[in-house]
Every structure is written in structure tokens, then in C-alpha cells.
């Protein structure tokens, strides 16, 4: 009751966060962690799987069961006794009280039993952990897009600012007779498109700012990034990351754990047709009657044993080994799977780095580009038409300069996500241990 309290009120709280300050890629993260409906009902279904997983909790510790029964029948049922008397054989008021203890002596796959119950408790902490994984990379991905949408924001501007140039230059040559009405025209178009561009641009910024503020778990923020550039690590060798996020990946660990949890169900399956042995110890008071006391205790050893099942157990572990074949299957296509991620990532990182320092090149000869063709239209050595390509190919460098630098940040979080860089650390022991993480 105390958990599901204190992660509602966590809930309730949600949308309540400040950010008064610029955020950067990591503190956003550490806000969605704290705020995120999506991770706060990840919580509450590894909990909700942990409670049932207890269920099947193997358990050495003995059952007790007590019962009460008062009865009140008619007729009293009489039989002899020696001596020539009659004596209450079913009494009209009848009362029992009777207490009675089982422990299970031996019971066939005890093992397999608990190591199922300890996968399937790592299981619900995997899930959890995948879910979590996938909520930090939903935020990075909804920062990058962000700052990338206010980084487009900049350069439209600043196109806005060259067109706004322009065109006063070409007004002022109009106006001294140097210019002619069409290049006005030309140049007024230039404007307005990069007018548009300013607008569609803003649109970005409010759709990406609201998306932040969804995977933050917040609502109605103005957030303010950070300016300066995100942190990177040194990135690691193909070879490295492929085997650490081999090791690392909550999906690997959650497959892993299944299959551990299919195989120990499999070899449960076949023991259902083997015999148990229980002991059993009952103390009962009671009406008396003609053949039973008042009061005895009685000890009893139990072998139950259905050897004779219609199939069942052959049917049930076919079923079981089918499922373990499935799951093993899952873990090659998973294998293959985060090898070609992750090499995607390091890939997608070394081009957008490359492409920086390309770019950077091209931005420099596209403006002494812009500078040359202003300098030859302020002497009527060229048309307003060679202004205007040249303009909008420095507005293209540097769009792709912002891109490729996000693209860099971004391949950066989708490496992180590969390799499972933020997962928590795993519980040593049992589930147990994964519900007081949780609490």
C-alpha cells in the first residue's frame, strides 16, 4: 500500500518541474527519470509482476490449516455398546475443531523450482530496466531534436538578416538608378522566402520544445537548453562496444533470464507425473461418539503419486521445450540485431564528424562566396540572380553544419542506448531483492 501511495503521489506531482536554468542533454534525462509517466507505470508493472511472481514462491516452510464445523442433524443415531448399552454414533449437535500441519518432504525439481522463481524475478527488474533504457533515449532523441529546431531557428534568422541586407542594398542602388526593378523584385523574394523559412522554423521549436517536455514528464515548460556543446566521451573501438553491449543490454539480460526461467519450467513439466511425500500432523477436538474421542492427535505419511495422466506431462513439456526453442531463437535474432545498432551508431558518429569539418570548410568559401558576388553587384559586374544563390548556399552550409553537428550528438545517445550504458546495477540475489530496489 505504502509503494503504491508513494508513486502516486509521484505521478500526481508530475508536470510540476522548474527549469529555470538551461538544461543540458544529461539534466534533461536526470528530470525524465524523476517526472516520466512512462517510466512511473514501468514501476508499477514490475511491481504488479513481483507480487505475482511471490505466488509461485517455492518454500520449504510447512502449511497450517485450521478449521471449525458445528453441525446440528436429526435423528441421533444410537449404537451398541458392550455392556448392552447404546451410545450417540452421530450426535445431533455436532461440533469439531481441528488443526492440521503439512510439510512436503520431497517434492521432484525443488531446484528447477527456484531457479524459475529467481529468473522470473530478474525478469520483471529487465523489463523494468529496458523500459527505462528506452526512456532515456526517447529524451536524448527529444533534446537533440530540440536544440536541432532552435539551431535551425539561428541560421533561418540569420538568412533573414542577409536577405533583410540585401535588399536594402538593392533599394539604395534603385533609388541612385544603379539597380533595376526587377532585381527589387527578386530580391523582395528572397526576403519573403526567408521569411517563411523563420516562421516554419519557429514552428519546429514550439513542436519539438512540447515533445521535451512529454519524455521530461513535464508540462507546459519553456525549456532552456544549453548553448554550449554536449559533453561526448572518447567513443569506443567497434570491437569493444559490440561486446559491451553484449553484456550490458537489459533486452539480452531480459531474453537470457526467460529462457533460464523456460528451461527450469520445462524440467518441471516432466516431473508432474513423479511421486511427492509429505508428512501431515492433525490435532482435533471434538463431540465425542460411540467410536471416536473427545480429543486425539494423529500423524500420517503422504505419497502422492499420479503415474497414469492422459498424456499431460508429455504434452506439457513439448510444450515447454517449444518455448525454450523459441526463446533461443529470440537470442540470435537479438544478438544480430545490437551488433548492426551498434555499428550503426559508431558508423553514423565518424560520418557526422567528418561531415563537421567538411562543412566548416564549405561555410567559409560560401560566405567570401556571398562577399564576392556583392561586391561585383555593387559595380554592376554581376545580376541580383548570382546574390540570391549565393545567399541561400551559405543558409544551406550552414543548416548542414547544425545537422551534422546534431547528427553527431545524436549518434552519440543512440551508442549510449546500444551498449547499455545507463542500465542500473542488477540485484545479486533474488526477486526479493528487486522489490526493496524498488521500494
Given at each position: 500500500m505504502f509503494i503504491l501511495l508513494g508513486l502516486s503521489v509521484t505521478i500526481l506531482g508530475i508536470g510540476h518541474s522548474q527549469t529555470d536554468s538551461p538544461i543540458n542533454m544529461e539534466k534533461a534525462v536526470q528530470i525524465a527519470l524523476k517526472n516520466s509517466v512512462a517510466l512511473q507505470t514501468a514501476k508499477l508493472e514490475q511491481w504488479t509482476r513481483l507480487a505475482g511472481i511471490e505466488r509461485d514462491k517455492p518454500t520449504s516452510s510447512p502449511s497450517v490449516t485450521a478449521e471449525a464445523i458445528g453441525t446440528l442433524q436429526s435423528p441421533t443415531v444410537l449404537a451398541p455398546q458392550a455392556g448392552g448399552t447404546l451410545a450417540p454414533f452421530e450426535p445431533g449437535r455436532y461440533g469439531k475443531i481441528e488443526v492440521r500441519l503439512d510439510q512436503m518432504l520431497y517434492r521432484p525439481g525443488a531446484g528447477?523450482?527456484?531457479?524459475?522463481?529467481?529468473?522470473e524475478g530478474m525478469v520483471a527488474f529487465w523489463t523494468y530496466q529496458k523500459r527505462r533504457n528506452d526512456i532515456i533515449l526517447d529524451c536524448r532523441r527529444a533534446y537533440v531534436q530540440l536544440k536541432r529546431a532552435k539551431l535551425y531557428h539561428a541560421v533561418a534568422q540569420s538568412g533573414l538578416q542577409l536577405a533583410r541586407e540585401q535588399f536594402e542594398i538593392v533599394k539604395?542602388?534603385?533609388?541612385?538608378?544603379?539597380?533595376?526593378e526587377r532585381d527589387l523584385k527578386a530580391s523582395d523574394s528572397d526576403l519573403a522566402e526567408a521569411e517563411q523559412a523563420v516562421?516554419?522554423?519557429?514552428?519546429?521549436?514550439?513542436?519539438a520544445a512540447a515533445e521535451l517536455n512529454r519524455t521530461m514528464g513535464s508540462e507546459g515548460i519553456d525549456v532552456q537548453i544549453s548553448n554550449e556543446d554536449e559533453p561526448i566521451a572518447a567513443i569506443t573501438t567497434l570491437e569493444t562496444a559490440m561486446k559491451t553491449a553484449l553484456e550490458n543490454r537489459p533486452e539480452m539480460k531480459l531474453l537470457f533470464e526467460s529462457l533460464l526461467a523456460a528451461r527450469a519450467g520445462s524440467a518441471l513439466a516432466g516431473t508432474q507425473n513423479k511421486p511427492t511425500i509429505s508428512a501431515r500432523a492433525s490435532a482435533i477436538?471434538?463431540?465425542?461418539?460411540?467410536?471416536t474421542d473427545a480429543r486425539y492427535i494423529a500423524g500420517s505419511l503422504v505419497m502422492t503419486w499420479h503415474p497414469f495422466d492422459n498424456n499431460?506431462?508429455?504434452i506439457d513439456v513439448n510444450e515447454a521445450n517449444g518455448h525454450v526453442a523459441e526463446l533461443e531463437s529470440q537470442c540470435r535474432e537479438l544478438e544480430l540485431g545490437i551488433r548492426s545498432e551498434t555499428r550503426k551508431a559508431i558508423l553514423d558518429?565518424?560520418?557526422?564528424?567528418k561531415r563537421i569539418g567538411s562543412i566548416t570548410r564549405q561555410i567559409s568559401s560560401a560566405q567570401k562566396s556571398l562577399d564576392i558576388s556583392r561586391l561585383r553587384y555593387g559595380v554592376n559586374s554581376t545580376t541580383q540572380v548570382e546574390v540570391s544563390a549565393a545567399l541561400f548556399a551559405l543558409i544551406k552550409a550552414k543548416k548542414n553544419h547544425a545537422e551534422a553537428i546534431m547528427d553527431r550528438i545524436l549518434a552519440y545517445a543512440e551508442l549510449q542506448h546500444s551498449i547499455g550504458a545507463d542500465i542500473e546495477v542488477a540485484p545479486s540475489e533474488n526477486s526479493n531483492?528487486?522489490?526493496?530496489?524498488l521500494k
Open positions: 528447477s523450482a527456484k531457479v524459475r522463481y529467481r529468473s539604395r542602388m534603385l533609388e541612385a538608378g544603379t539597380s533595376t516562421a516554419k522554423a519557429a514552428n519546429g521549436v514550439t513542436l477436538a471434538q463431540t465425542p461418539s460411540a467410536y499431460k506431462t508429455r558518429y565518424g560520418e557526422a564528424e531483492k528487486s522489490q526493496r530496489a
